[in-house]
């Protein structure tokens, strides 16, 4: 290894890409990360990190930021047909629920501080394995260290032509984030906790879910699901005569969802043949799309992000060697978040309550700061 100050440069400024930066960053690379999109926002409505991805982003600083804007719901409750299933208040498990956005400007806010140089409507159209990467405009750059982290589309990827499967599951989702309308919930339906996490199940005679989560004090992230083959159901914007007929309780904050246009999102998986190719590394949904049962699509892709930084940093002069490592010691627990998240989409079970145990939250209690983890899983 030379004295030399390592570089890195990085494809997409999602929660992967932001996170890997600033990491790097942090650990002394100079870092250049290219966003396609002419401003640096997020899409989307809501999510729930566990204490995989908070662990990461206790280490980059992150805490105080994201907590000043995000909660956790007292519990995680789980109805079928109205009825409760279960109320689960996942004792001993940190997990924080917020909306994208806030999560993404906690990000950002960490990647300039830790000093990295972000370029936006820079387009990353190839990735070699030496190192080199290939602008839309023609210009090339090279680094040390190349991470793919543009989502689940990504140019990079295609560009090294990495064999992958890509499954798609029954259903999908709208997601939408609204008002609390905490009060007018409450008049609806009095002895309903609205600070919980709910799970309202439908599953006969129509499969129809809404999944209710606040994300802070003033929002609400609503995720609408039905199969894509309900053509009502899964209409944009949201049927809202169809929805407020099974889910009367919920009629303020559909009112709500109804007036914004939405897109449906079918759920997939994709399966790479390998994460690596010589000194590039994939993250995130370019690497390991996966269904949103579990909540661990983003938070998989900072635990990741953090993972590789960490493996980088350490490595001597045979980075691509490192990094093989690195996915050899890392992917499993990726892989079982997949599996599982595939199993409940595929089978539904989830509706069953009381689901947060065992297999479904070993990725959400992985330590991925932990450096003895790999024993501690092996003993
Ligand atoms: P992404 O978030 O997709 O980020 C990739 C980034 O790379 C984007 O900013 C993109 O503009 C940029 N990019 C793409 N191509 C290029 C290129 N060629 N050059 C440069 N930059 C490029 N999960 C949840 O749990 N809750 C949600 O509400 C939720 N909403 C979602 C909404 C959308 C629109 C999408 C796409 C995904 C959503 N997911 C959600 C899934 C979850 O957010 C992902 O697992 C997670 O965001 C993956 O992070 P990422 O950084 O790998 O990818
Ligand atoms: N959890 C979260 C989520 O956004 C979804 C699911 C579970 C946080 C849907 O997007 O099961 O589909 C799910």
């Known amino acids: 290894m030379t004295d030399r100050r390592r570089h890195a440069e990085i494809s997409g400024g999602g929660f992967a890409g932001l996170t890997a930066a600033t990491a790097l960053a942090q650990m002394g690379w100079s870092v250049r990360l290219h966003e396609r999109a002419r401003e640096l926002r997020a899409e989307g409505a809501g999510i729930a990190l566990w204490n995989n991805s908070l662990q990461v982003l206790d280490q980059i600083g992150a805490t ?3 907590d000043s804007r995000s909660m956790t719901p007292p519990a995680y409750e789980t109805r079928m047909n109205n009825v409760i299933q279960s109320q689960e208040t996942l004792e001993g498990i940190r997990w924080r629920t917020m909306t994208r956005p806030h999560l993404h400007d906690t990000l950002l806010t960490a990647a300039r501080e830790a000093g990295v140089e972000i370029v936006a409507g820079s387009e990353v159209v190839a990735a070699s394995p030496d190192g080199t990467i290939t602008l839309a405009g023609g210009g090339t750059a090279t680094a040390d260290l190349v991470v793919g982290a543009d989502g689940v589309a990504s140019a990079v990827r295609k560009s090294l032509n990495i064999p992958l499967k890509r499954e798609r599951s029954r259903d999908g989702i709208t997601r939408f984030l609204v008002p609390r309308r905490k009060a007018e919930l409450q008049a609806l339906e009095p002895d309903t906790e609205w600070d919980n996490m709910i ?29 894509s083959d309900d053509a009502d159901g899964s209409r944009v914007p949201i049927d809202l005569e169809l929805w407020t007929s099974v889910f009367p309780q919920l009629a303020p904050v559909l ?28 993250i995130g949904d370019s690497a ?17 992000a953090w993972t590789l930084a960490v493996a980088a940093t350490a490595a001597g002069d045979d980075l691509p060697a490192a990094l093989r490592e690195w996915e050899r010691l890392e992917r ?3 892989v079982q978040a997949q599996d599982r998240s595939q199993w409940y989409a595929d089978t539904r079970e989830m509706a069953k309550g009381n689901q947060f145990t065992g297999e479904t939250i070993a990725a959400a209690l992985y330590n991925p700061t932990d450096p003895r983890r790999h024993e501690v899983a092996a003993s």
């Open 64 to 66: 105080p930021d994201l």
């Open 199 to 227: 799970d309202f199940w439908n599953l006969d005679p129509r499969v129809l879910r809404v999944l209710y989560t606040p994300a802070n004090s003033e929002e609400l992230y609503l995720a609408l699901m039905s199969p």
């Open 255 to 282: 009112e709500d969802a109804a007036k914004i246009e939405g897109r449906y999102y079918g759920y997939q998986t994709t399966r790479l043949e390998r994460w690596t190719d010589g000194n590039v590394a994939l």
């Open 288 to 304: 390991h799309a996966m269904c949103p049962a579990l909540a661990q699509g983003a938070g998989a892709s900072m635990q990741n």
């Open 332 to 334: 499993p627990i990726t």
